[in-house]
């Protein structure tokens, strides 16, 4: 498992947009993915865990993600919340 | 932001998202919510053109921000014949929680919805809501469910 907090990068919080995009892509990789909030942990393949979290830009949040490619989800993702490309 | 029945519709005839929204926002301007119906309606079509709010289970909640939103409002609305959303899952919609906040707001809205999502993501309270008849019924569940 490969676990790793950061700060969000997105004016306008993970919604709307960014927020499918996430789960777009959070859903093409094998592993399990769990976004955290706090002590708030949510299906990071769900829109509605993600939103049921009100992420707002420059939170922190913390990505756990186990499987098989479990590592190149994360460096995906981490782009993705914290420079907004995929 | 409490969910009032003045804010709770049945029966809402539309055949398209666009005519639905249009329908909701214009009872928030019925109530005084809403000063200028046009202009809220783009706010919330805007929205969904970005990504749908179409969450799954026949449910949406769309949702805008606008100068021409007088006060935070919570409405509900349940459509006659569910209709096409561009939903997460694929299905149609036919119910509506709308939440309209004024352009100073900036955090109300989230917070609404993160709670409704928290909800929606439980299937007793999707079955729940689907057996609600009356403003009143809708009033008093949401209420203690959103408290």
Known sequence: MVEKTLVVRMPQGLHARPATQFIKISQTFQSSIQVCKAAHCVDGKSILGLMSLAVANEESITLKIDGTDEKVALETLERLLTEGVS | ?147
């Open chain 2, 1 to 147: 932001m409490l969910i009032e029945e003045r804010f709770v519709l049945f029966h809402v005839s539309a055949q398209t998202q666009q005519e639905a929204i249009e329908q909701v926002i214009k009872k928030a301007s019925e109530q005084h919510r809403v000063s200028l119906i046009k202009e809220v309606v783009t706010a919330v079509m805007q929205r969904e053109q970005e990504s749908s709010t179409g969450f799954g289970k026949g449910i949406a909640i769309p949702h805008g921000k606008s100068a021409f939103v007088l006060e935070p409002t919570l409405l509900f609305a349940r459509l006659t014949d569910a209709i096409e959303w561009n939903a997460m899952d694929g299905a149609p919609v036919d119910t509506l929680f709308m939440i309209l906040v004024p352009e100073s707001n900036h955090t109300t809205h989230l917070q609404i919805l993160a709670k409704l999502a928290r909800k929606l993501m439980h299937t007793e309270f999707v079955n729940q809501l689907a057996t609600l008849q009356t403003p009143a019924e809708v009033t008093t569940f949401i209420r203690q469910e959103l408290a």
